[in-house]
């Protein structure tokens, strides 16, 4: 902890006007809310934190709060209840030395092979290019195992960074083909750690991915996922479709998929386009959730066209199935037959703290020793809040201030638009000691009246 002091002179005599003391704070970011100017940090070993920020504050390794997501690692400089004075992103970085230029990099692009003994940081450009040469390359994904398996660059194999020093002779034996690492990104160590070790072992052509899994995202390339991971997430907390035509997939088809032909990703951007609606799944407004496409294989254009869609309608979670269904099939894994289902029933998992929908419809409704708290922001509330006894709406930004008018004896229940801004308010509320809390992880629609739907 830091003390600021600030110095009043009056009449030749100085004294201390103020002393406001300022904490620093190291963890990864769990979410960001914009609309509420927030971040919720989580702090190993302690609760989360929720810190907030505004046009003052400095932001070092990035340009503004717009270069930073879930899961960076920063440092944030605050003083309790004033927003953030300093963000820095604290980047588990590639030697300086090891760094080239933009010119360089090209040059090195046009070569007839990818053999030149070069280590440097490239992009997802790179990545994509390099893997495509007949010569080929080896992607690794330093991250741990369940990680990959959930989510990774095509092509690529795992070797988390922590096994590495025992698993080096799953390494090339030749130690001059070029090995591109990466990881989580930036504020991820493993891509780093990985070339130290490889270069170690004698290997003499590495590069690493700095941008890893997160600009991998943001280029809109394909992500795939693996079959061991689909095979243990066929359940309603998951969204798996089938984007082959009804032809094939009513013959035989992953358990619990849906079918929805990649003809009709397109038709519905646009419907949505026409009708100026939000582009939305049937049944999945959850911009979270986790949805997995598959065609026969994971290169065919119908399931690479359905991918590109989604991500554009702006689901986050979106993955291919690592060699499709002729590869599912060549494994032995369990299909069904007969039509598959065309109606999506996702259920949002509950996070700990969370509320179950049906239980927040039924507490909505008796208002019985509960306190349901919107802690949206001003503006949005003036188009309709719930209303009557047992609901007040505090913003989360005011939340700290009015705690005397959150009894703790009574269930408190915290919703917002979406349930980012809702967990934000729980995890605060339950730091400063109140136990009969939850939020609401749901997207919910209110109007002037007060009367709500939960989508």
């Known amino acids: 902890m830091k003390l600021r002091l600030t110095t009043l002179c009056v009449v030749g005599l100085c004294f201390l006007a103020n002393a406001v003391f300022a904490d620093t704070v190291k963890g990864r970011i769990k979410y960001i809310s914009n609309k509420a100017s927030s971040i919720q940090i989580d702090v190993t070993g302690k609760a989360p934190v929720v810190v907030k920020f505004d046009s003052n504050t400095q932001f070092v390794g990035a340009k503004d709060i717009k270069d930073l997501s879930p899961p960076d690692l920063i440092e944030v400089e605050y003083a309790p209840g004033e927003p953030a004075t300093r963000i820095s992103m604290v980047v588990f970085g590639i030697p300086k030395e090891l760094e080239i230029d933009a010119a360089y990099l090209d040059g090195l692009m046009r070569q007839k092979d990818c053999f030149t003994p070069v280590e440097l940081e490239i992009g997802p450009e790179e990545v994509e290019r390099l893997m495509q040469r007949p010569e080929g390359c080896v992607l690794i994904d330093a991250r741990p195992t369940a990680r990959y398996q959930e989510g990774h660059i095509p092509r690529a194999v795992s070797i988390y960074a922590k096994d590495l020093p025992d698993k080096v002779d799953l390494l090339p034996k030749d130690k001059s083909k070029l090995i591109i690492f990466y990881c989580g990104g930036p504020t991820c160590p493993f891509t780093g750690e990985s070339i130290k070790i490889a270069e ?12 890893g899994m997160p600009a991998w995202k943001k280029s809109g390339r394909p992500v795939h996922a693996s079959a061991a991971w689909v095979a243990e997430s066929l359940d309603q907390n998951h969204v798996i479709i089938d984007v082959r035509p009804e032809s094939e997939s009513s013959r035989s088809h992953i358990k619990t998929a849906v079918s929805m032909p990649s003809d009709a990703f397109k038709a519905m951007t646009e419907s949505f386009i026409k009708e100026q609606k939000k582009a939305r799944l049937p049944g999945v407004s959850d911009m979270g959730a986790p949805i997995l496409l598959y065609g026969n294989g994971d290169l065919d254009l119908q399931v690479l066209d359905a991918y590109a869609e989604l991500r554009k309608w702006g689901y986050k ?3 291919i199935l690592e060699g499709g269904f002729d590869s599912w ?14 109606a999506i029933t996702y259920v949002r998992k509950l996070k700990p703290g969370a509320i179950a929908p049906e239980n927040f419809v039924q507490l909505e409704k008796s208002r019985k020793d509960v306190l349901l708290v919107d802690v949206r922001a ?3 509330t003036a188009k309709g809040t719930l209303k009557g006894e047992g609901a007040i709406a505090i913003p989360l930004d005011q939340i700290e201030g009015n705690l005397a ?3 703790k004896d ?7 638009s979406n349930g980012i801004r809702s967990e ?15 939020f609401l992880n749901e ?10 739907r939960l989508e």
């Open 200 to 211: 170690k072992e004698g290997y003499t052509n590495l590069k690493g991915f700095q941008g």
């Open 410 to 416: 009574k269930e408190i229940v915290t919703y917002c």
């Open 378 to 380: 001003p503006q949005e």
């Open 329 to 342: 099939l060549k494994q032995g894994r369990v299909t069904a037959s007969g039509p598959a289902g065309r």
């Open 405 to 407: 008018k959150l009894p």
């Open 317 to 319: 979670d979106v993955a």
């Open 443 to 452: 997207t919910i629609a209110i109007d002037p009246a007060g009367e709500y």
């Open 424 to 438: 934000m308010a729980f995890e605060l509320l339950k730091s400063k000691g109140y136990n009969r809390v939850e």
